[in-house]
């Protein structure tokens, strides 16, 4: 079972991520509720062949897809998560750590087989996108590994449900000024000014 956010770290999670959860006017109640990541998740990876620009012989690479979770997709790489980029390289020997001349850094990457030059993430990422632009999936192998997912990695990562729908409705007519509220809370209101006007017609007609 998915695990809810308190208030307070929905709060905190609304801050620090800046996604704005929109909430009634009346009763102060959030339309979305946000949850966390489990602590496992799975992860697919897709690998293919591709040609080496330095020696240009056919080398694998991998790269991964988006996670479907809860009804949520994530739009992921190999770097969002500290888990992931040592369990590819387990499960890959070709994905490892390399030195990126261009970010002056030194970090996982694939490696052509051959001569084991490094596949820029760029060109790697570009190649597959090709791949299903022209809908040539039939390159593509699929595989899925299961990874931990640290406690700051969940919270970056909490995702949003709906809770309660809400609506804007007008309720100065003249002003043509509208609130965002609650389903309940504009019966509630419907129903106070149903009876104000049935009390107001009995007393003065």
Not at 38 to 43: D, G, K, L, W
Not at 59 to 66: A, S
Not at 118 to 129: A, I, M, R, S, T
Request: hydrophobic share 30%; glycine share 2%; proline share 2%.
């Amino acid at each position: 079972m998915s695990e809810m956010l308190s208030i307070e770290k929905q709060k905190e999670w609304i801050d620090i991520i800046g996604h704005d959860i929109r909430k009634c006017s009346v009763c102060g109640d959030y339309e979305h509720r946000v949850f966390l990541l489990p602590e496992r998740i799975e992860v697919p990876l897709v690998t293919w062949k591709m040609n080496c620009y330095k020696c240009n012989e056919d080398t694998p690479v991998v790269w991964t897809q988006d996670i479907n979770y809860d009804e949520n997709t994530f739009s992921i790489d190999p770097y969002s998560f500290q888990d992931l980029q040592n369990r590819i390289s387990q499960k890959y020997p070709f994905f490892k750590i390399v030195e990126k001349k261009t970010q002056g850094t030194k970090s996982f990457g694939n490696v052509c087989i051959n001569c084991d030059a490094y596949q820029g993430d760029w060109f790697v990422w570009k190649e597959l996108l090709e791949i299903y632009i022209e809908e040539a999936n039939d390159m593509l192998h699929v595989e899925k590994i299961t990874i931990e997912l640290t406690d700051e990695e969940r919270f970056k990562h909490a995702y949003t449900k709906l809770h309660k729908k809400l609506t804007n409705r007008t309720i100065d007519k003249v002003k043509n000024e509208k609130i965002l509220i609650c389903k309940d809370c504009w019966r509630e209101r419907t129903r106070k000014n149903r009876n104000d006007t049935k009390f107001f017609n009995q007393n003065h007609l």
